[in-house]
């Protein structure tokens, strides 16, 4: 075989090796699934009422959808990273150093086309929820956030509001109108600890994703809870869904079949009203 005709053959061989070993992979990486009997779950650590403790609204996701592929659910809880990114390469395409290989999905990515771009060694799917930015408040003291921050906000240059560490509610309100909040703005390792200080009266409102709020403050009547309508706000909210490997589209496609069923038959639904989270969809 000459040098000129054996680029032809090369190429071929070559096609016909794309065509045939992609099916292959993407079955084998199924098979692996399917011959352990259990599809593992990656969740957030100490993230109420999403995860926590081995409960919350993904946890229970994550065995209904493990459930409808006829598999166990393994949930894989771990401790969230400096960002997302540090995130989906620990437990989605890489694995860590210390806890070893990757789950085989991943939930509450947001599901973004900027962020995909950004994140192309995962395939982020399956959006589940539409999360809002809201606010818990003592109604008597702080009006309905709504319309421009400079009116809507100026009450917090009196009373404290509490907010979780490096979050958009605390970037937002350490900047919005100059700064001038800063000194009323208290800072939380965690929603539910935030929470804790509002029924003490040590802060007068919390500002939150929406689900987070009436999840940790289920069942209290004393706060009116609903979304931050507040010009200013980018983004005001954002979808969550599912991440896999890029690579795993047989995976993908069955767990986009799964959770369509279970929208359809109310199981996602009812999850959400158990853990006390309006369920929006828009």
């Not at 399917?34 to 403790?53: E, M």
């Not at 210390?98 to 085989?104: E, I, K, S, T």
């Not at 600890?193 to 509002?198: G, I, N, R, V, Y």
Request: with cysteine.
């Amino acid at each position: 075989m000459t040098c000129s005709n054996r680029r032809p053959f090369f190429l071929a061989f070559a096609i016909f090796l794309l065509i045939c070993l992609s099916p292959v992979q993407a079955d084998e990486q199924m098979d692996t699934i399917r011959k352990r009997g259990r599809l593992q779950v990656a969740v957030y650590n100490n993230f109420p009422p999403y995860s926590d403790a081995g409960k919350g609204i993904d946890v229970e996701l994550g065995q209904a959808l493990a459930a409808k592929l006829g598999l166990q659910a393994e949930i894989i809880g771990f401790m969230v990273g400096e960002d997302m990114n540090d995130d989906l390469r620990n437990m989605v395409w890489k694995g860590h150093y210390l806890r070893g290989n990757p789950a085989d999905v991943m939930m509450r990515v947001p599901v973004d086309a900027e962020f995909a771009k950004a994140n192309d060694k995962v395939r982020i799917f399956a959006p589940y929820h539409h999360e809002v930015m809201g606010m818990a408040r003592v109604a008597k003291r702080i009006p309905a956030p709504s319309g421009s921050a400079a009116v809507a906000l100026e009450v917090f240059t009196r009373e404290k509001i509490g907010v979780e560490v490096d979050s958009l509610a605390a970037s937002f309100l350490g900047s919005v109108l100059h700064g001038r909040l800063r000194s009323n703005v208290v800072h939380f390792l965690s929603i539910r600890e935030a929470a804790k200080a509002l029924g003490e009266d040590s802060i007068s409102a919390i500002m939150a994703p929406l689900g987070e709020l009436e999840g940790n403050l289920a069942g209290d009547t004393r706060f009116a809870i609903g979304e931050a309508k507040l010009g200013e706000l980018r983004p005001k909210s954002w979808l969550v869904g599912m991440a896999v490997k890029a690579e795993a589209d047989e995976l993908a496609a069955a767990l986009s079949g799964a959770l369509s069923e279970l929208q359809k038959d109310g199981t996602v639904a009812a999850i959400f009203e158990r853990h006390g989270v309006t369920l929006h969809t828009r």
